[in-house]
């Protein structure tokens, strides 16, 4: 029996398609004669595999008994009818499937689908809209939320991607978990990946699949040409090379570019996604656009990375310390960057110790070298003082990490005793009295070997939350434990330049406990991470920033308006330059106290005046309830209790600063 190219066509798609199970499983349940709905808005971004999806629940819908019919709405020329004429004879079907593709590029047509078309449909009709956008909410008033469900497309489980690079014939395990990796689940990444490692065979240097052109081309191609299409190239470049794209970033690294009109433009395109106060791209998109733009300008691509760096270093010395994730996603070296990034942050999270973790903790790590005794030591230091560890957890929230530290102004009795941390702090405060220091304890990746894995998401995610929750503005010193036998640390120790100190070893367990120091140099961890970028680009390195003597380079009126929000939190305190005694409590109270003088002094004797000292007082000093809470009590609106909260800080932080300016404050 003879067969034509479109079924075999069809016989190939149908077993090359690979997992989607639990999506098929909820696919079938629609696929009966009283479905729970009728209407299913599926969305996702681009290749994440929706055009896939939908043609093997056509197969499936046609074995069952139904008629699937598939649009795809690029196929649809702009002239008057021609939906209609795609669906032309669906209605004399008993049990049609109408299968919208690419449905991002017919959303005008949303009123009319649903007061006209949808409507004329024979009742036990099935629709599915595919695109790359969540659905227009009109999809859910009227009448429709009872017919009509949103379905996310998520990326592909790694066990599925897996298995999808092996029918591709990616034999190598090592490799195909590097792809799997990199891929971030997007079956049109895996295939395309798969392919330019089958066509360069054994010779293909896998390290950076997206230096492959051929590679970079194709997803380029397939994900973002057309939304580009009269697009300014330089910002979606910006936007690529940029963890988070602001307007106030798009307004330094491209002054000749409508920051506004460019931001606006970003928020538009289907694979942006708002985050922490500004625009980021999809992560497979951002790979592929940022690929595309050092292939084919690797200048200009140099150049904004260059721009990009210095507005982050700027903001973050300004006290925006939380741009340290920023900087650092900027730098290309794994080795470098290891340990330090919020790569890890979309599977990850970090989390306080919860008292069950304790047992988790000595289970996870006794089948480790050393494991055992390592607990035995460690575990009094997290259990008296918690604030000094954080815990990462993954999407089902398994701990699956666990990162101790301390810093010498604010160590804990615990830190005292322990046999790493004591002979650290006894060193760090004779040579490093400003106290300017932060001391890994151990940071550990539960879901990798011993041996280390270089592109650890976990270890960049709690190391930079230590970081930022350390209560130090610019780190400048950095204890770090380094184990021999892990690979990935020796190799960034190395990379980063840091110093052996054999003195301060010690052996938990039987294993050794290196401690290795580095030198962020004057601009500290911030200046460090801006000459590690200019390093890779081949840029010599800025000189360090230089401020009037009268202010300690971490007391600025940001970094203070920031404290004024965490005067709740001890460690923070402490920590600060502002901070004076000698123990964390004695410190953290001499932060308090200064805040309290500033509230004092800060404020005029009018009605209006006295408002915000009260909202400065009760909203930062001495709050016991939720702002929300707080407006009500002090009968304003939310809008405006906000608005004067922001004033007040602002207020706070600039008496205070002049306080130190004038006076010279030295503390520590």
């Given at each position: 029996?003879?067969?034509?190219l479109?079924?075999?066509?069809?016989?190939?798609?149908?077993?090359?398609?690979?997992?989607?199970?639990?999506?098929?499983?909820?696919?079938?349940?629609l696929?009966v004669?009283?479905p729970?709905?009728?209407?299913?808005?599926?969305?996702?971004?681009?290749?994440?595999?929706?055009?896939?999806?939908?043609?093997?629940?056509?197969?499936?819908?046609?074995?069952?008994?139904?008629?699937?019919?598939?649009v795809?709405?690029?196929?649809?020329?702009?002239?008057?009818?021609?939906?209609?004429?795609?669906?032309?004879?669906?209605?004399?079907?008993?049990?049609?499937?109408?299968?919208?593709?690419?449905?991002?590029?017919?959303?005008?047509?949303?009123?009319?689908?649903?007061?006209?078309l949808?409507p004329?449909?024979?009742?036990?009709?099935?629709?599915?809209?595919?695109?790359?956008?969540?659905?227009?909410?009109?999809?859910?008033?009227?009448?429709w939320e009872?017919?009509?469900?949103?379905?996310?497309?998520k990326?592909?489980?790694?066990?599925?991607?897996?298995?999808?690079?092996?029918?591709?014939?990616?034999?190598?395990d090592?490799?195909?978990?590097?792809?799997?990796?990199?891929?971030?689940?997007?079956?049109?990444?895996?295939?395309?990946?798969?392919?330019?490692?089958?066509?360069?065979?054994?010779?293909?240097?896998?390290?950076?699949?997206?230096?492959?052109?051929?590679?970079?081309?194709?997803?380029?191609?397939?994900?973002?040409?057309?939304?580009?299409?009269?697009?300014?190239?330089?910002?979606?470049?910006?936007?690529?090379?940029?963890?988070?794209?602001?307007?106030?970033?798009?307004?330094?690294?491209?002054?000749?570019?409508?920051?506004?009109?460019?931001?606006?433009?970003?928020?538009?395109?289907?694979?942006?996604?708002?985050?922490?106060?500004?625009?980021t791209?999809?992560?497979?998109?951002?790979?592929?656009?940022?690929?595309?733009?050092?292939?084919r300008?690797?200048?200009?691509?140099?150049?904004?990375?260059?721009?990009i760096?210095?507005?982050?270093?700027d903001?973050?010395?300004?006290?925006?310390?939380?741009?340290?994730?920023?900087?650092?996603?900027?730098?290309?070296?794994?080795?470098?960057?290891?340990?330090?990034?919020?790569?890890?942050s979309?599977?990850?999270?970090?989390?306080?110790?919860?008292?069950?973790d304790?047992?988790?903790?000595?289970?996870?790590?006794?089948?480790?070298?050393?494991?055992?005794?390592?607990?035995?030591?460690?575990?009094?230091?997290?259990?008296?003082?918690?604030?000094?560890?954080?815990?990462?957890?993954?999407?089902?929230?398994?701990m699956?990490?666990?990162?101790?530290?301390?810093?010498?102004n604010?160590?804990?009795?615990?830190?005292?005793?322990?046999?790493?941390?004591?002979?650290?702090?006894?060193?760090?405060?004779?040579?490093?009295?400003?106290?300017n220091?932060?001391?890994?304890?151990?940071?550990?990746?539960?879901?990798?070997?011993?041996?280390?894995?270089?592109?650890?998401r976990v270890?960049?995610?709690?190391?930079?939350?230590a970081?930022?929750?350390s209560?130090?503005v610019?780190?400048?010193?950095?204890?770090?434990?380094?184990?021999?036998?892990?690979?990935?640390?020796?190799?960034?120790?190395?990379?980063?330049?840091?110093?052996?100190?054999?003195?301060?070893?010690?052996?938990?367990?039987g294993?050794?406990?290196e401690c290795?120091?580095?030198?962020?140099?004057?601009?500290?961890?911030?200046?460090g991470?801006?000459?590690?970028?200019?390093?890779?680009?081949?840029?010599?390195t800025?000189?360090?920033?230089?401020?009037?003597?009268?202010v300690a380079?971490?007391?600025?009126?940001?970094?203070?308006?920031a404290?004024?929000?965490?005067?709740?939190?001890?460690?923070?305190?402490a920590?600060?330059?502002?901070?004076?005694?000698?123990?964390?409590?004695?410190?953290?109270?001499?932060?308090?106290?200064?805040?309290?003088?500033?509230?004092d002094?800060?404020?005029?004797?009018?009605?209006?005046?006295?408002?915000?000292?009260?909202?400065?007082?009760?909203?930062?000093?001495?709050?016991?309830?939720?702002?929300?809470?707080?407006?009500?009590?002090l009968?304003?609106?939310r809008?405006?209790?906000?608005?004067?909260?922001r004033?007040?800080?602002e207020?706070?932080?600039?008496?205070?600063?002049?306080?130190?300016?004038?006076?010279?404050?030295?503390?520590?």
């Open positions: 029996m003879k067969t034509t479109g079924e075999r066509l069809a016989s190939r798609d149908r077993q090359r398609f690979v997992g989607r199970a639990q999506e098929l499983a909820f696919f079938d349940s696929l004669d009283d729970p709905a009728s209407v299913v808005l599926v969305h996702g971004p681009g290749g994440i595999g929706k055009s896939t999806l939908l043609r093997e629940v056509g197969r499936r819908a046609a074995a069952s008994g139904r008629s699937p019919r598939l795809d709405a690029r196929e649809l020329a702009p002239v008057p009818g021609e939906l209609e004429h795609a669906l032309d004879g669906v209605d004399a079907e008993e049990l049609p499937l109408v299968m919208f593709d690419t449905y991002e590029r017919m959303t005008a047509a949303g009123t009319y689908l649903r007061q006209r949808l004329s449909l024979p009742e036990r009709s099935l629709v599915i809209l595919a695109g790359r956008s969540a659905p227009e909410p009109e999809w859910f008033q009227g009448g009872r017919l009509t469900v949103e379905y996310e497309l990326p592909m489980p790694d066990d599925d991607a897996i298995r999808l690079l092996h029918e591709r014939g990616v034999k190598d090592a490799l195909a978990a590097e792809l799997c990796g990199w891929s971030g689940g997007s079956p049109l990444a895996l295939t395309l990946a798969a392919d330019a490692a089958g066509s360069a065979g054994d010779g293909w240097d896998h390290s950076r699949v997206e230096d492959s052109p051929e590679l970079v081309r194709g997803l380029v191609r397939h994900l973002v040409t057309s939304e580009l299409d009269g697009g300014n190239r330089d910002v979606i470049a910006v936007a690529a090379l940029a963890r988070t794209t602001t307007r106030r970033l798009l307004e330094a690294v491209l002054p000749d570019v409508d920051a506004a009109e460019a931001e606006q433009w970003l928020r538009s395109l289907s694979f942006a996604e708002h985050a922490n106060g500004g625009v791209l999809h992560d497979m998109v951002r790979k592929a656009v940022r690929a595309d733009v050092r292939l300008e690797p200048e200009r691509e140099k150049e904004l990375r260059r721009r760096a210095d507005h982050l270093h903001r973050a010395l300004a006290g925006d310390s939380r741009l340290l994730v920023d900087l650092a996603d900027l730098v290309d070296n794994k080795a470098i960057r290891w340990g330090f990034g919020a790569e890890g979309v599977d990850y999270r970090v989390d306080e110790p919860r008292p069950e304790f047992e988790l903790a000595e289970a996870r790590t006794s089948g480790r070298p050393g494991g055992n005794d390592w607990w035995d030591v460690v575990k009094p230091l997290v259990e008296e003082a918690p604030e000094c560890c954080v815990i990462t957890r993954d999407r089902d929230d398994r699956v990490g666990l990162c101790v530290f301390v810093t010498p604010a160590a804990p009795a615990a830190a005292e005793r322990d046999p790493v941390l004591a002979p650290w702090l006894a060193h760090a405060r004779e040579h490093f009295p400003d106290g220091v932060i001391l890994w304890r151990d940071s550990l990746d539960l879901s990798a070997s011993e041996k280390g894995d270089i592109g650890s270890l960049a995610i709690q190391n930079t939350a970081i930022l929750r209560g130090l610019n780190p400048r010193i950095s204890y770090l434990p380094i184990d021999p036998e892990n690979a990935a640390a020796v190799q960034f120790a190395l990379n980063i330049g840091a110093r052996h100190v054999a003195e301060l070893d010690s052996v938990i367990g294993k050794p406990h290795h120091l580095l030198d962020h140099g004057e601009g500290g961890i911030i200046g991470q801006r000459n590690t970028v200019y390093w890779e680009l081949g840029l010599q800025p000189e360090p920033d230089t401020r009037p003597s009268g380079p971490s007391v600025t009126h940001d970094s203070v308006k404290l004024a929000r965490h005067l709740d939190r001890p460690l923070e305190l920590a600060s330059p502002l901070a004076k005694g000698s123990t964390p409590d004695e410190r953290a109270e001499s932060v308090r106290a200064l805040f309290r003088e500033a509230v002094g800060a404020f005029g004797a009018s009605a209006d005046e006295q408002l915000l000292r009260t909202i400065a007082e009760r909203g930062c000093l001495t709050r016991s309830v939720g702002h929300e809470a707080l407006a009500d009590e009968n304003v609106s809008a405006t209790y906000f608005r004067r909260l004033q007040a800080s207020r706070l932080a600039d008496f205070i600063v002049a306080m130190v300016a004038a006076d010279g404050l030295s503390r520590g």
